[in-house]
């Protein structure tokens, strides 16, 4: 009985040493992970900086309205040329 009883756990202590080993081998894949996605992440929120850099300097009234004039050949219209529709 005492030969079980020891084999049993014997049995019950290697397989909780290899759970052990299984968990902390899967929480160092996890926080590799985890660091990756937070780079990831970090170098988008720069990226949407960046961009949103960008489009308020492209959105600027004065640059609009520049590249209409010059590049598009556009004018404002004459105050006899706008017509207001009402609802």
Do not use: W, Y
Request: proline share 2%; charged share 30%; glycine share 4%.
């Amino acid at each position: 009985m005492s030969r079980l009883l020891l084999i049993v756990l014997l049995a019950c202590t290697v397989a909780s040493a290899i759970g052990v080993v299984f968990v902390r081998h899967r929480h160092r894949q996890t926080f590799i992970e985890l660091s990756r996605a937070e780079r990831v992440r970090d170098d988008l929120n720069i990226e949407f900086g960046r961009l949103q850099l960008e489009q308020a300097t492209l959105a600027e009234s004065n640059r609009v309205d520049g590249i209409a004039r010059d590049k598009l050949g556009m004018k404002f219209p004459e105050a006899a040329d706008v017509v207001v529709v009402r609802p």
